[in-house]
């Protein structure tokens, strides 16, 4: 060889090329009929269908329809004791149908008619020589309307194939290899040699070819090389470009191909995660699913993440994610034996500062994603870390440095070490190799060039290893990590807090309606008729919401036939949960005799005196905590409503504030009584809707860029601003705007008697593209931080651009309220169903409806209904009660009519504001009582919990309701000591 190391490297990659043409030195054609159908039907209504004959680079027809092949096979009888293959290339993902079942996913080419994705089915390793085969293939039309490219049978050349492999590392390895290292060299010297040797026509001279590659490939690492855990994975989004329906379809051919590739690598490992795939199988496919199972045993077939899919993990509520895991984990316990160690969400839009507790919870020490490499401005400083919450747990973590869908090639394997951020503290990282995003998962080169690559000089060390595996090496392997603390926040799809903003309403209002339904249930299980619980149904209700909170769903960013399931699945949730609502509520106060009253029902952990309307009748109601007062119809004494009148506006006052609204419905004074204070900025106007120009770069339904903020009109005065209410109670105006030509908002604006929370109740006609709404408040406090509502607490964010990290938050995502205080005063903006917010400054911003395109044209047109207050409070937001007023926000007193003899009740208390009940409902596995509540205030505390119900013991148990510890029940109730932020589970059983 001589020195022209360039043109040589080109040889090599030349040959790699050539070897290729040798994989099937003959091929056969095979028959083929086919039909079209809208529909995705299952195999035995596919078998019978009105197939006619078809041939290849016939025009196939419409985009979208599944087209069903019947392949007649007859291998030839030259063929005998050769392996075959079948060479399929539909430009489109399809799946084999052999004798029923599922045998293996195929994919086409990305581009029309280039080389497939996965075009080879083996249909035996060793023919017969005559012998017929009929195979069934469901293609879907997928991304192209193209034809299909190639359906044929080949004999496969094995020793062509393993040639091929050796060969291409070696070529590899000379191409990625930096050029002045001892290996580039000497990879580029063996592959020429190998070029010299092997004569492709003459496989007598193969095995020498094969000689050279052997003694290149054998050459061993040092022992103080990196170590690549690698895992075939193929990411399957739960929805997204496809909906559920197609999901099953994609779930069958991805698991069926793992479980196909498995016979023929036996330390090929998989892992699936999503138990709700995997529950579709169980259904919908029990021929693979134990297929999957009895992989599942020899430890191939990875079940992994104990979460019921992988959800976004901004939007759902705590509880909701708690939820995400019981089901889930038992679901992994139930089916496959044991429970999973590792919260494996890969491809996530933000993590928030409790998940560490929520996993630590639900039995998981581990967590893997890789979303956080997408930050547009600030790159994450480590790969492998302890990640801690803000109640101080801690769960291990990693970024696999190539993301979730990577392949094997050797400069990938290169860059994946490259990549890794922490080699002065760990020699472990993870590498998921397969297709993904659709499912796919790994082709047979990915594991042919891994079996050549395990402890090869020049290379990490790889091997194949499961979550656990990887991780434990990963825990016992890191020294002096990094900590990070609080949120994993990321710096991209910050539009996803806001689009499709009815999905959004539907989850928050599935989340509490199941929230009181388990809460009046569980009362009535123990009331006076001992009602069935219905377990059953809550648990498919809590299946569907957990289902839409799919990391595409509910962040806004799938395609509309998504959103038509989901709209369908909430309004089932919605419908029967409100059923269920009214039968607890009738079996917990059944009739008996005495006249109807109107029962006030507080599912919430505080009290609360509010004011009611019952047939067109005002009143106050004080109701208490977990419990129900009588509506009372004597009028109030309370301090009435006054509302004036002015040539400037509007004035709405109650013993707390004072609220000017002016004649073009802008808000000019929120002034607190109690404080002495003004809450607008003087000058400037609150309740003030703009609309950004939102035209980001890139990601549409996700993304909204920094920039949105410097484009901007204030929406024109209001049409109209009148008074609608004057009652002693209550004060209402209605404001009703042109948003533009062609968008209308009208709102009301309430005070009520005995509250300082100012309402906003919204009703929008939204007919936009590409603009984003918000409302704005110029608040008259000054702080270098605001505080927003996560999931079972609260944390600060700041509220200027200084550095890149803090400009990367110009967006941030929140549960019920975001609040800006200064010692002594503050003021929360509440929402019932919006989770974007950004305070910029003294500018406090709740962010309304977008408008993207894509992948939705239709996404968010048409009508909204939400509501925001304005709640401002002396002291601090703690103090204030900002934390309950979120929850009472959302949450209604129900209204009940009862002729039953009842008076005010209250039936779990906790004796500080500081812990909220969160969740009341029946054990899993018992008919024990769940108590979940949490420390709201971020401060160490005691608690006493009382209930009123015969409670006989306590323990305190994980979010799996295990690992029970007993806690001393006396005189009717329990004292804890609570930690910062601290969610406790408590398990009552009562006396019989
Ligand atoms: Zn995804």
Redesign the pocket.
Known sequence: MQKHFEITRQRLQNFTGEIARHLYPQRAPVTLAFFATPDRISYSAARRGPYRPAAVNQQSGPLRFTYWFKVGVTIPQAWRRREVHLLWNSSAEACVWRAGQPVQGLTGSPASGGKPIRGEYILTRSAQGGERVTLHIEATGGFLNSPLHQAEIGLFDRAAWDLLWDFTVIAELARELPADSPRAGQALAAGNQIVNVCNLADRRTWPAARAIAAKFLAARNGDGQHNLSAIGHG???TA?LWPLAETKRKCYRTFSTAVAMMDLYPDYKFVGSAAQHFEWMKTEQPALYSKIKQRVRTGQFVPAGGSWI?PDCNIPSGESLIRQFLVGQRFFRNEFGRYCREFWN???FGYNGQLPQIMRGAGIEFFLTTKLSWNQLNKPASSTFQWEGIDGSRVLTHFPPMG?SSTTNVGTILESVKSFKDHERARESYLLFGH??GGGGPTLEMLERLGRMQDMDGLPRITQRTPQEFFQRCAADLHDPIVWVGELYLELHRGTYTTQARTKRDNRRSEFLLHDVEFLATLAAHGPRRSRYPTAELVRLWKLVLLNQF??ILPGSSRPEVYADSAEHYREVLASGAKLREQALAQLLPAQGAGPRILAVNTLSASRTEVVEVAGQLSVVSAPALGYAIVDPKPTAAPPVSVTESKAGITLENEFVRAVIRRDGRLASLFDKRAGRETIQPGKIGNNLVIFDDQPNAWDAWDVDAFHLEKRSDVRAAKSVRVVERHPLRGSIAVEYDLSDVSTLKQTITLTAVSPRLDFANVVEWRERHKFLKVEFPVNIRSDHATYEIQFGHLNRPTHFNTSWDLARFEVSAQRWADVSEPGFGVALLNDCKYGYSVHGQMLRLSLLRAPVNPDAQADQGAHSFRYALLPHPGTLQEAGVIAEGYRFNVPLLLSATNSPVAEQSFFQVSDPAVVIDTVKKAEDSGAIIVRLYESHGAHGRVRLNCALPIKTVTRCNFLEEGEAQLAWRNGGVTLAVRPFQIVTLKLALRR
Do not use: A, K, N
């Open positions: 990411h399957l989004d997204w992988e890969p491809d996530v979730y993904g995003d990391h595409d």
